[in-house]
């Protein structure tokens, strides 16, 4: 239900690919879920949320520090969020999946919005390719990798509902936590004990501002996904291209 109304309700739910090497020291076990304390130490990561543990591979692990160290702490939280989520309701669907696979599409899924790694693509193409280039560095499976970029990619679009499971769940695990879960999916202690995990910290005004930053500064990423609909309702000078122009100014003679 979440990824339909995301899509039918928003338009479709929820970038220049860096030249730069990432140079990533090795992690731990501790990232920040909350405000970042003031002395700056952060704040350990549950291991077990609501029946789901976090993967805590070498890869998942490091990719967790990029995710945490690019992205502001609500955007790192939703990031989290949309795995759990993902994961509780591929479960109410006896859904198998590769739980490596499908934590690193989401913990990543945003990486396209973040200052960091945006660019005039759009954020969900922007991302997969930060992905890829990240996953690539680090030796991961080509299979898998592929399974990540398309994770990624078809996040806010509805054809993501039509690929397997590692797929599928990024956007719908992005669209419980975005536009709400289906109770009929994930119990609301569940959803209580991610949010208290990981609390939303102002999450939809913080997303919306986001957002429209992106688009502010890369308007031409967003043509398509709800990034247009933030645009044009948030961000006065934006006007994107309209198809059926594009199509009338074809250099063809009909």
Request: glycine share 6%.
């Amino acid at each position: 239900m979440n990824r339909r109304v995301l899509v039918e309700g928003l338009g479709l739910l929820a970038l220049s690919i860096t030249k730069s090497r990432f140079k990533l020291m090795s992690v731990g076990s501790s990232v920040s879920q909350k405000e970042p304390p003031a002395n700056g130490t952060p704040l350990p990561l549950p291991t077990d949320i609501a029946g789901v543990r976090l993967v805590d591979t070498k890869i998942a692990k490091i990719a967790t520090e990029l995710s945490r160290t690019s992205s502001p702490p609500y955007l790192f939280n939703h990031a989290v969020r949309t795995f759990l989520f993902a994961s509780l309701i591929g479960r109410a669907r006896k859904q198998s999946f590769d739980e490596e696979v499908l934590y690193l599409a989401c913990i990543l899924h945003d990486l396209g919005l973040t200052e960091q790694f945006q660019g005039d693509l759009p954020f969900e193409i922007q991302g997969a390719e930060t992905a890829k280039r990240f996953l690539e560095e680090h030796a991961y499976a080509n299979d898998k990798a592929a399974a990540v970029w398309d994770g990624i990619a078809m996040h806010p679009l509805l054809i993501g509902q039509f690929k397997a499971p590692e797929i599928a769940l990024v956007g719908e695990g992005a669209g419980a936590d975005v536009i709400g879960p289906d109770f009929s999916e994930i119990k609301k202690a569940d959803v209580e004990a991610v949010l208290q995990a990981f609390p939303r910290l102002k999450f939809k005004s913080a997303f919306m501002q986001t957002c429209a930053d992106v688009v502010r500064k890369h308007p031409k990423g967003a043509s398509r996904s709800f990034m247009r609909d933030v645009g044009e309702r948030y961000v006065p000078e934006f006007h994107p291209r309209n198809f059926c122009d594009l199509v009338a100014q074809a250099p063809f003679e009909d």
